[in-house]
T-cell receptor
């Protein structure tokens, strides 16, 4: 158990809908990262937050957004869902932001999103 | 181009043998590299990391080698055990803090 929790574990929804995925980082970790893992794209970095502020952006679509709240939990919002958004979405946390450090990331169990 | 699906490189080794998993990274500006292990149905798990000012780092039963000249990273697992069966990813990052993951290698340990 990494100490990172993600809810829900599974989510099935229809095209065009909007969903929110939730992540609680390990106690004491200030950084949260979101990743998408699909069969045809592998593991893709989406976005990173550090202590409530966005720190790095990866291959995140404009239909997707995220935020980190004062209690450090994070939410990833996916809107206007398409079939291709079906994937595993992982959240990871680390002690601090990576610049200049070598902070180990701890991954949650993931949320499996199926868009029908 | 279009992708019709990931074809993971595979490696099968006999229990007790050493395993070597290779990774070619893309960005010469990357300065931090990580190896992750992902077991079926679980999230990736950190194994070992290395900064670009090093060319070798050892952990418990694992060694990471970095060759910046040819942008190559390898993970060596000593005395491979059945519990080591998983998909292994390398990841790179640099000053932009973005992470780029390789496609992964599937390791199967034969008892």
């Amino acid at each position: 158990d990494s100490g990172v929790t993600q809810t829900p574990k599974h989510l099935i929804t229809a095209t065009g809908q909007r969903v929110t995925l939730r992540c609680s980082p390990r106690s004491g970790d200030l950084s949260v990262y979101w990743y998408q893992q699909s069969l045809d794209q592998g593991l893709q970095f989406l976005i990173q937050y550090y202590n409530g502020e966005e720190r790095a952006k990866g291959n995140i679509l404009e239909r997707f957004s995220a935020q980190q709240f004062p209690d450090l939990h994070s939410e990833l919002n996916l809107s206007s869902l398409e079939l291709g958004d079906s994937a595993l979405y992982f959240c990871a946390s680390s002690v601090g932001r990576l610049a200049g450090g070598t902070y180990e990331q701890y991954f949650g169990p993931g949320t499996r999103l199926t868009v029908t | 181009g279009e992708s019709v699906g990931l074809h993971l490189p595979t490696l099968s080794v006999q229990e007790g043998d050493n395993s070597i998993i290779n990774c070619a990274y893309s960005n010469s500006a990357s300065d931090y590299f990580i190896w992750y292990k992902q077991e079926s149905g679980k999230g990736p798990q950190f194994i070992i990391d290395i900064r670009s000012n090093m060319d070798k780092r050892q952990g418990q039963r694992v060694t990471v080698l970095l060759n910046k000249t040819v942008k190559h990273l390898s993970l060596q697992i000593a005395a491979t055990q059945p519990g080591d069966s998983a998909v292994y990813f390398c990841a790179e990052t640099g000053t932009g803090n973005q992470f780029y993951f390789g496609t992964g290698t599937s390791l199967t340990v034969i008892p």
